[in-house]
């Protein structure tokens, strides 16, 4: 997830970013997500490992958790998250938070950058500017898979609905999916513990929803708080109270809870339309543990 030392560059160049002007596109409205019935209950979860160019100069591991029944991809077409992780990191790292949105609903496919994860040959932090191509790269490969007939997942990812989401360099990642020219089909991002990278919040509109320690000393919370502010359409913020950088993404520990609920919610109203989930958002949300507000509000 990194050191401090580590995140020093991105901490700056998100405090540059925060003062760069932030555009929409012209309407600047978001495009509502499919209005279709969001999953009630649970599914199984299965797990798939591949590689993207395994034989090129950046070469992407890629791990995706679906819903599974009967040891296969459940029935239906679900919503598409990209999960980013942070500096010497890797995707398995975060399965205690990925394999439960799988479990809600969602195939979640996490790419293990090839500079930037945990036993990385050449380490850089610099190359974190490099990995929304990446993401965007993987979207690509998605919609290949979907429409190869022998593929065990064609036919059932929904493309037309994909959310990005990451913590610390992989919210830095995130957001700088989010730039200009971004294809309408991303409607929703979440940063945990990140900020905004030149150029992220352009674009069609999207919602926005930003996770964030107020003790946080890596990526300190006055960086997710100028991202915030950047965002020119619908936006919202999860504070947990007295929270570092990261520890509530394990489970069990406190404010895990909170912000799996908050992130479940936020992911069925923005991906599948489901409004009821969207109005639980400001009172599921604020807990003793945690301070939600968005703009506008909800």
């Known amino acids: 997830m990194g050191a401090g030392r580590l995140i020093a560059v991105l901490v700056v160049s998100a405090l540059l970013a925060g003062c760069a002007p932030a555009t929409a596109a012209p309407g600047g409205s978001t495009i509502p997500a499919p209005a279709r ?44 998250v990209i999960y980013s992780h942070g500096l010497y990191s890797r995707p398995e790292l975060h399965a205690g938070l990925t394999t439960r949105w799988a479990a809600a609903g969602f195939v979640v496919a996490a790419p293990a950058y090839p500079h930037t994860r945990q036993g990385a040959a050449r380490f850089t932090r610099a190359d974190v500017r490099n990995q929304p191509a990446d993401g965007w790269r993987l979207i690509r490969h998605l919609s290949r898979l979907d429409s190869q007939p022998t593929d065990p997942l064609a036919g059932h990812l929904d493309l037309t609905s994909i959310a990005a989401a990451g913590h610390s360099a992989g919210g830095f990642t995130t957001s700088g999916m989010f730039a200009e020219g971004h294809p309408a089909r991303l409607r929703s991002g979440i940063v945990i513990a990140g900020g905004g990278l030149p150029g992220s919040f352009a674009g069609p509109v999207a919602r926005l929803l930003f996770v964030h320690g107020t003790a946080d000393q890596v990526v300190p919370l006055t960086v997710g708080r100028a991202a915030y502010a950047r965002v020119p359409g619908p936006a919202a913020f999860l504070s947990l109270l007295g929270q570092g950088h990261g520890e509530y993404l394990t489970p069990g520990n406190p404010g895990f809870a909170a912000v799996l609920a908050t992130t479940i919610d936020f992911l069925r109203w923005t991906l599948y339309g489901d409004r009821a989930a969207g109005a639980r958002l400001p009172v599921g949300a604020r807990t003793p543990l945690t301070r939600y507000e968005s703009r506008p509000p909800h």
């Open 37 to 80: 019935r969001a999953p009630e209950g649970s599914y199984a979860v299965g797990v798939r490992t591949l590689t993207l160019d395994a034989r090129s100069a950046r070469p992407l591991p890629v791990t995706i958790w679906y819903p599974s029944s009967t040891g296969k991809v459940a029935p239906g077409r679900f919503p598409v």
